[in-house]
């Protein structure tokens, strides 16, 4: 198996988290993992990626443009920004819910979350969007995002990956009193 994934959005959305776990539950099928994040501007509510290569052939941690299996999105617009790595036929994982960006916010520019979903629906063949505001009210958790993402993932197919591992993975990395939370997360789909 190979796989090439990007996790990508805004700071203090779970990103990195959900990057580890992913990693954690690759090399518990003892499948070789190259890892790069980007995090710098993680605390200024900036941009946060995650490249993950999965598999023998990932020989470097950066993905190349135009080959990643897999994107998912914590953020429509940083989705829309990591999309030139997507190979042809990838899939895409999006969460529906908008981050304003700092540069939008103090003026300099404008944000419209519903155009960057329907950019997303017309250029990407295997999305699936997930509504992340319907998700916290049942989940009574706007914080669980990044596990109901990776749960999206995992049931697209398009992760490599299987849920005992993930799950094993979360226990080891999450305090116990959040595993009933983050295991309902990781199963909830609409």
């Known amino acids: 198996m190979s796989k090439n994934i990007i996790l990508c959005g805004v700071g203090g959305q779970g990103t ?13 099928k003892n499948l070789p993992i190259k890892t790069a994040e980007t995090i710098g501007m993680a605390q200024r509510g900036g941009s946060v990626f ?26 429509p617009g940083e989705t829309v ?12 994982v999006v969460s529906s819910r908008p981050v304003m960006p700092v540069s939008a916010m103090i003026g300099k520019s404008t944000y419209d979350a519903s155009a960057m979903i329907d950019y997303l629906k017309q250029n990407v063949e295997h999305l699936t969007i997930v509504d992340a505001d319907l998700a916290a009210q049942e989940l009574r958790s706007s914080k669980t995002l990044n596990v109901v993402l ?36 990781l199963s909830w789909s609409k």
């Open 16 to 28: 990195i988290l959900a990057s580890r776990l992913i990693a954690s539950a690759a090399m518990k």
């Open 50 to 75: 995650s490249h993950l290569r999965i598999g023998e052939d990932a020989s470097t941690p950066l993905i190349a443009k135009g080959t990643a299996d897999l994107i998912i999105g914590f953020e």
């Open 81 to 92: 920004r990591q999309l030139p790595f997507l190979k042809k036929g990838g899939a895409v």
């Open 150 to 185: 990776l749960g999206a993932a995992l049931r697209s197919g398009e992760l490599g990956l299987d849920e005992p591992e993930i799950i094993e993975s979360m226990k080891e990395r999450v305090p116990e009193k959040f595993w009933e939370l983050n295991l309902q997360s």
